[in-house]
């Protein structure tokens, strides 16, 4: 019996939903930090093997927006629990009952006993035993989740048992996707992301959340196998531009160097990575802007 679905993953900013994808696909498709608005789309992720397919939905941090590219994000985080087969929240030990977590279980409500609900409480190899249980009480008693399974996604603990308690409740169905495919996204989307993630990893805190990445172009040599990329980091202010490209330029050279790496080890080849840096201003605030570094309520 060949079992298929589609399940949204949804929870607060910096609960480990990338982190515990990447960990189910064992390849690195959604970029992970410690700093919110990290995931910014929906991003498809599909888990395949003998017994069935899972396309995982992993959507940005559920949280109260500030600016358009916020309410883009809450948009995509709220649509992608629409006309799934499962739904798994993934909460993590600190902050555990938090506003944003009241947030989501409120809106968790409008699809109590029509789907099943899911909840991974992550980071428990971060929290001493005796405290998990309380915790797994506080949500039992919400009457929201058919499973409460604690996990931890960067040691892969129960990450196995979480996927087998999904394979149970989905239905019969088909291959929606190729077994070798692992995300819909193009090639540019994921280099994009990587080239975002190390802008969220080395810049001081002020500067990240108004970074985008275009990927201006991206052609693959044959006769050499390797692949030339020209991509541009977008920047809300004069002041963000000079932090990014640094000292001498040292800084863009760190991002430059570190994400050519990951995109080497994603495209298999040579990569050949050109970085410049420019300011939209205030481009987080403008719905042209915003659908231009393609985030998109469609």
């Known amino acids: ?40 789309n929906t991003i498809t992720m599909i888990h395949s093997e003998d017994r069935g397919q899972i396309v995982f939905l992993d959507t940005p941090g559920i949280q109260s927006p500030r600016n358009k590219l916020g309410d883009y994000m809450l948009k995509a985080s709220v649509s992608s629990m629409e006309g799934v087969d499962l739904i798994l929240m ?13 947030m989501i279980l409120n809106a968790l409500e409008s699809y109590k006993g029509e789907i099943p609900i899911f909840l991974a409480i992550n980071k428990i190899d971060a929290a001493p035993k005796e405290e998990i249980l309380p915790i797994l009480d506080s949500f039992a008693k919400t009457g929201l989740f058919q499973e409460i399974i604690p996990i931890s996604a960067a040691e892969g603990e129960n990450v196995d048992h979480l996927i087998d308690t999904i394979f149970e409740y989905l239905p019969e169905g088909p291959q929606y996707f190729p077994e070798d495919m692992i995300t819909d996204q193009p090639e540019k989307f994921v280099v994009a992301e990587m ?28 006769d050499k196998e390797m692949t030339a990329i020209d991509a541009t980091i977008y920047v809300e202010r004069d002041s963000h531009k000079g932090i990014i490209i640094g000292r001498g330029g040292q ?12 995109i080497q080890g994603l495209l298999g080849e040579k990569v050949h990575l050109n970085l410049w840096v420019k300011v939209s201003k205030n481009w987080r605030e403008k719905d042209e802007k915003v659908s231009s570094f393609g985030y998109r309520a469609d």
């Open 251 to 262: 800084m863009l050279k760190k991002i430059g160097t570190e994400a050519r790496k990951e």
């Open 195 to 222: 080239i975002r993630e190390k802008g969220l990893t080395y810049l001081r805190e002020e500067v990240p959340h108004g970074i985008a990445v275009a990927i201006e172009k991206m052609k693959h040599f044959d």
């Open 90 to 102: 993934v909460a993590d030990m600190s902050n555990y009952m938090g506003p944003k977590e009241k």
């Open 1 to 40: 019996m060949y079992k298929s679905g589609f399940v949204s993953v949804v929870g607060r900013p910096n609960v480990g939903k990338s982190t515990l994808l990447n960990r189910i696909l064992k390849e690195k498709i959604s970029i992970t930090s410690n700093k919110a608005q990290t995931t910014r």
